[in-house]
């Protein structure tokens, strides 16, 4: 079992930047793909980024390649995405989601197995 903990969201002005962290409980992190998705209001669920178990690979939506950077800590059990030149659209819950053992990263919020209780980013124009 894994549990998801979420930090670091906030109000924050167009072309700043936050550092989301998501920190995670039990053995397999290590061996787990991460994810990171988003939701506004009205809108449903969206893949924003993802990286493997080994961090080798990671993965970006077109919407925010060159903004965003997915990053993890095994030591610390943690993912992190670095979010820069945030715009107004950007404005959403973000939800950190996690895939059982071995599995390779997925673009789709129904292959993740854990999630978080997800933090707020906020983007004034």
């Known amino acids: 079992q894994v549990q998801l903990v979420e930090s670091g969201g906030g109000l924050v002005q167009a072309g700043g930047s936050l550092r989301l962290s998501c920190a995670a409980s039990?053995?397999?992190?290590?061996?787990?793909?991460m994810g990171w998705f988003r939701q506004a209001p009205g809108k449903e669920r969206e893949f924003v980024a993802g990286i493997s178990w080994s961090a080798d690979n990671t993965y970006y939506a077109d919407s925010v390649k060159g903004r965003f950077t997915i990053s993890r800590d095994n030591a610390k059990k943690t993912v992190y995405l670095q979010v820069d030149s945030l715009k107004p659209e950007d404005t959403a819950v973000y939800y950190c989601a996690a895939r059982k053992l071995w599995r390779s990263v997925a673009t789709t919020a129904s292959a993740y197995d854990y999630w978080g209780q997800g933090t707020q980013v906020t983007v004034s124009s």
């Open positions: 039990g053995r397999t992190f290590s061996s787990s793909a």
